[in-house]
T-cell receptor, first 115, second 113 residues
Framework: DTAVSQTPKYLVTQMGNDKSIKCEQNLGHDTMYWYKQDSKKFLKIMFSYNNKELIINETVPNRFSPKSPDKAHLNLHINSLELGDSAVYFC??????????????FGPGTRLTVT | GEDVEQSLFLSVREGDSSVINCTYTDSSSTYLYWYKQEPGAGLQLLTYIFSNMDMKQDQRLTVLLNKKDKHLSLRIADTQTGDSAIYFCAEGPTSGGSYIPTFGRGTSLIVHP
């Protein structure tokens, strides 16, 4: 069974469009994340969200917004797509397994190409 | 500057040992992590070490931590071609009960037959 799943796996769209990427985790984890990985493989956290708190990386444009309909889902909405948004987007979830110890699981990624 | 630094590439011959190094800046991190990313896939947690430990061994993997120098390394014994991947070091504080990791840029390990 897939622990963290994302759809779609590939997304090709034109500049100016609005798109969403969906993420679901079946691990019962409390916290979910969105990361952006650029062409040089640099991984940057965009959002962290649990039922208590949304933490936003202040460098993320407000065109990006996370939406969590329930604890198992964290979708990423992107408005007015730009060329620089082309990247691989990873969803992840985590749970504290012991005091101060977290295990984090990643989805397979969504490759977004903006033309 | 970056909070977690790694060299970008490492090339080894199959059967040799690989050592991937990482330096970090946040001394408050309780745990430090190593992740592996294979081509076209997400990151997979490999191992982690508690900050009051010097070493942790898990089969072919050995993690060494020098807390004074804020230096973390991952040694892979008897490296195989299947170990070719990008390896990320991560550390991170918690906030509101969430783990907020900072990743290094990743080290691409290339294993030659």
């Amino acid at each position: 069974d897939t622990a963290v799943s994302q759809t779609p796996k590939y997304l090709v769209t034109q500049m100016g469009n609005d798109k969403s990427i969906k993420c679901e985790q079946n691990l019962g984890h409390d916290t979910m994340y969105w990361y952006k990985q650029d062409s040089k493989k640099f991984l940057k956290i965009m959002f962290s969200y649990n039922n208590k708190e949304l933490i936003i990386n202040e460098t993320v444009p407000n065109r990006f917004s996370p939406k969590s309909p329930d604890k198992a889902h964290l979708n990423l909405h992107i408005n007015s797509l730009e060329l620089g948004d082309s990247a691989v987007y990873f969803c992840a979830s985590s749970q504290e397994i012991a005091s101060g110890t977290y295990e984090q699981y990643f989805g397979p990624g969504t490759r977004l190409t903006v033309t | 500057g970056e909070d977690v630094e790694q060299s970008l590439f490492l090339s080894v011959r199959e059967g040799d040992s690989s050592v991937i190094n990482c330096t970090y800046t946040d001394s408050s991190s309780t745990y430090l992590y190593w992740y592996k990313q294979e081509p076209g896939a997400g990151l997979q947690l490999l191992t982690y070490i508690f900050s009051n430990m010097d070493m942790k061994q898990d089969q072919r993997l050995t993690v060494l931590l020098n807390k004074k120098d804020k230096h973390l390394s991952l040694r892979i014994a008897d490296t195989q071609t299947g170990d070719s991947a990008i390896y990320f070091c991560a550390e991170g504080p918690t906030s509101g009960g969430s783990y907020i990791p900072t990743f290094g840029r990743g080290t691409s390990l290339i294993v030659h037959p």
